[in-house]
């Protein structure tokens, strides 16, 4: 019988750990539509969401009779209600993406692509950090090891370069680094929720908390809103798709099925799409250090998977 459950959440995280891994890929292409878009970073982010919306809602809504939560861990009714602890968990982690989206989009315009994509996957530094204090989860020397491993060979792969950039390129950097917060905080409220809701629900519901928060700092911002032309529609609609539908939705699944800090560092998958969607679209150089730093990568993630 322990057999048998053992097999089960082997096999559960088998398919969490593929869902993040695909989930990185999709998102791994989102700079190339941030910087195709004829709007500007926040609108760009806004409409990631808005047009994510409508099926967001129809995948929440397909999830609504199950009887049982994604995860398995506990039961509940058709017409469960949200918790006023759930409530504020959703409330942060709308807050804490859009937060993040404005940040990251910025960066982009801002320093590179290898630059932005890698400093803002930083990310599993706070993750760990923050299971650890919030959600109890032990962290071990192996995953430790895992993780410095994991961003090391990122550093490698992405061709970053820091320390002698002109100002503009050194603020978005910094930018960059602060999305690795606020992305953090995001992945450990969806750590939280993932643990009483299913994914659907729990992305559509996070963002209808961050569609208007994008709105008003585009507001504030001045930003127009509208795209003028059918390419950008079509540049925005792909981008929704692609990072938030597809991506987010993934990651979301697969959150429920490993350690929140495991699934941060398997999202270290991104910098490697980016640098090869640089190389294949921008004609970017991959050299004997990026190559080099994809093996680092993997072998950075396997030593931490073996914690897992």
């Not at 593929?18 to 926040?42: K, N, Q």
């Not at 995948?59 to 995860?71: F, G, T």
């Not at 020397?141 to 390129?169: D, E, H, K, N, Y």
Request: aromatic share 10%; net charge positive; hydrophobic share 55%.
């Amino acid at each position: 019988m322990e057999e048998g459950v053992n097999v089960s959440v082997r096999n559960a995280q088998g398919r969490g750990l593929a869902a993040l891994i695909s989930g990185a890929v999709c998102i791994g292409f989102a700079p190339v539509w941030v910087r195709w878009s004829e709007v500007g970073p926040i609108p760009t982010a806004f409409h990631r969401i808005m047009l994510a919306l409508p099926a967001l809602a129809l995948w929440a809504w397909w999830e609504r009779p199950r009887n049982l939560v994604e995860a398995g861990r506990e039961q509940v009714g058709p017409r469960r209600q949200l918790l006023t602890r759930e409530t504020a968990w959703i409330i942060a982690a709308g807050v804490f993406f859009a937060l993040d989206l404005a940040a990251w989009h910025s960066s982009i315009h801002l320093t590179s692509v290898a630059n932005a994509t890698l400093l803002a996957n930083f990310a599993p530094v706070f993750v760990m950090l923050g299971a650890w204090v919030f959600l109890g989860e032990r962290v071990g020397i192996r995953f430790l090891a895992g993780m410095v491993i994991a961003l090391a060979g990122a550093w490698l792969l992405t061709g970053a370069r820091f320390g002698t950039s002109p100002l503009p390129q050194f603020r978005g950097d910094m930018i960059a680094l602060l999305t690795a917060v606020f992305y953090g905080g995001y992945q450990l409220c969806v750590a939280r929720l993932r643990r009483g809701l299913p994914p659907g629900r729990t992305l559509f519901f996070s963002s209808l908390v961050t569609a208007p928060v994008l709105g008003v700092m585009a507001w504030v911002a001045g930003d127009s809103l509208v795209p003028s032309t059918l390419r950008a529609w079509l540049i925005l609609a792909a981008l929704a798709i692609s990072a938030q539908v597809m991506g987010q939705g993934l990651i979301t699944y697969g959150f429920a099925h490993l350690p929140a800090g495991y699934s941060s560092l398997t999202l270290l998958v991104q910098p490697a799409v980016a640098t090869l969607t640089g190389w294949w679209l921008f004609g970017e150089r991959v050299d004997l250090a990026r190559a080099l730093g994809a093996v680092v990568l993997l072998a950075g993630l396997f030593v931490a998977r073996r914690r897992v």
